[in-house]
């Protein structure tokens, strides 16, 4: 999308936010060249931190696109930051209801209209103790079997030291480092045109989450664990929020 198209609230939010992101974090970019120079995809981001939405959001916005991102509907009731989301296009989604099947027709119109989809397979932050990504669900999966639309890995380094969801510490300092690298659209192909089972479903998301270990993996120079197991929780945590 060419900034020029934006729209007023579009370049509000912008005006709002990366100011602030610029002197908060000192970035590191890389892989934007895997990113679809046209046509609608989905971008399936690691979660560890509250904060690295924002981030995936500015890589995004500097690749010359406008994220869209999938998220817990209760945000759309926080004052203010639900009228912004609406007002930018987000994708509300309540879980477990037939609202859901709405917010699956809406991520579909945004692919067929040419738009970028954020979704975090794991459906909140992670629960690994070292903050690698778990095992996800099966939503982008099932997005990609419908729409034929690329599936693009990506992985987010440094969002814990602004927010820690370990602690719950936020760091208001300057220029903190923080990394971002988008891989290349992971190869489904093998899946195109099946029926979408579980078992079929499943093996892509697992497909989808290995790329964006191995992703972390390279940001951060450490040989990645196997996929966290989704059900699993550290003995006296509680259940972090998306």
Known sequence: MARRKLGFWRRLAVLLVLPALRVWTKRTWSGMENLPAGGGFIITPNHMSQFDPLLVAHFVYDSGRWPRFLAKASIWKVPFVGFML????????????????????????????GGVVVIYPEGTTTREPGLWPMRGKTGAARLALVTGAPVVPMATWGAQQVHDVRTGKISLGRRIPVSVTAGKPVDLNRWLGQAPGRAVLEQMTEAIQLATRDLLAELRDEPPPPLYPVSRRPAGSSEPSA
């Not at 509300?92 to 945004?110: C, D, M, N």
């Open 86 to 113: 609406r007002k930018t296009q987000q994708i509300p989604v309540e879980r477990g209801s037939v609202e859901a099947v709405k917010s699956l027709e809406s991520l579909i119109e945004a692919l067929q209209q």
